[in-house]
């Protein structure tokens, strides 16, 4: 038989056991082979440090909506944390009183120069603009997808001023890793399917019932051909992009765009990429951030909006090929400007 727990050890057990679940005080000491009174005294003894709720059946568990862990980092397990936290400060654009309380929470956790810089952080945000009702929206998804809980929401689409309300059960929190935007997929009652839903278009939010998360539900082969979040049902189309030779080229194979890739050297120094994509519309605004130095080779409907593109801003900057009005940038002057970094 192992040794019984000392109260330290008995104490540091359980707050690992209320975060993963609630226990009524018989199921704890059964649990620790300990007597129920001894459970209640270190259960009272826990709540002077910790926000514990109280199920239907009765049993308890801490309340991760007001904590959840504290953790303790090396020097680059801190650095990760700082970048990640960098990243979510400068793209929070309200003032999002989570965000900037959890920089500061993590800040306490890290050295100079990353406290301090945290800190700065979490202030900036704190002097954004205030916008109560989507830090209550971000408050309401965050507990609902942590606690397996139900949503009633009003969604407005983009480019639609009428709102939609879906009962909604949240698989999954994704951050697009193109821009800023957080996203929420899961089933809705209203589509009848897994949709996606931008976190940002979320008007309202309240909780609902539990439900449960199917077992066939697959994150990753749901994102598998996903350039950004948007999964797709049918089959993924082959993206078949030529990059130009000299700095296009080496600024491609710097970066692993998608996990699907498959980059090919071509004889005059530019390299072919393709990857299945499931839906090629996500991937336009980084095609065009390329500019003149990729050319589209399929599939064809994407090549078609590429040059739809251009004859429109070649009319709207008054620059025809017959005219030849205009001073057009050499390719590398062009990709230079936009990609030059060091």
Request: aromatic share 10%.
């Amino acid at each position: 038989m192992s040794r019984a727990l000392t109260r330290s050890e008995r104490l540091d057990e359980m707050k690992v056991l209320y975060f993963a679940r609630a226990y009524s005080d018989i199921e704890m000491a059964e649990r620790l082979g300990v007597d129920r009174t001894t459970v209640y005294r270190d259960r009272m003894t826990l709540e002077s440090e910790h926000a514990f709720v109280q199920d239907e059946e009765g049993r308890w568990r801490f309340d991760r909506s007001r904590y959840l862990s504290s953790i303790r980092v090396n020097l680059a397990e801190a650095l990760s944390l700082y970048l990640a936290a960098r990243r979510t400060s400068q793209q929070t654009r309200v003032a999002h009183t989570p965000v900037a309380s959890a920089l500061e929470k993590l800040a306490v956790t890290l050295r100079q120069p990353l406290t301090a810089r945290l800190v700065r952080a979490a202030d900036q945000i704190l002097a954004q603009r205030q916008d109560p009702a989507r830090t209550t929206v971000f408050e309401r998804v965050a507990e609902a997808w942590i606690e397996n809980r139900q949503l009633r929401l009003h969604y407005r689409a983009f480019g639609r001023d009428e709102e939609k309300v879906h009962r909604f059960s949240p698989y999954l929190l994704e951050p697009s890793p193109w821009n800023d935007g957080i996203y929420l997929i899961g089933q809705s009652d209203l589509a009848r399917q897994i949709i996606t839903l931008k976190l940002d278009r979320i008007t309202q939010a309240a909780l609902l019932g539990p439900f449960a998360l199917p077992e066939e539900f697959d994150e990753a082969q749901l994102l598998r051909h996903a350039w950004g979040i948007w999964g797709g049902e049918g089959v993924p189309e082959i993206v078949r992009l030529k990059f130009a030779s000299g700095q296009a080229t080496r600024r491609l194979k710097e970066s692993i765009w998608h996990p699907l890739e498959q980059v090919t050297d071509l004889p005059d120094g530019g390299c072919l990429w393709e990857a299945p994509i499931a839906e090629w519309q996500e991937m336009l605004p980084w095609v065009r951030g390329w500019g003149a130095a990729v050319e589209v080779l399929a599939p064809v409907e994407l090549r078609e909006t590429l040059m739809g593109e251009a004859r429109a801003l070649a009319l709207m900057y008054g620059w025809t090929v017959a005219s030849g009005r205009g001073a057009i940038p050499s390719l590398a002057d062009t990709f230079s400007e936009l990609f030059g970094g060091e």
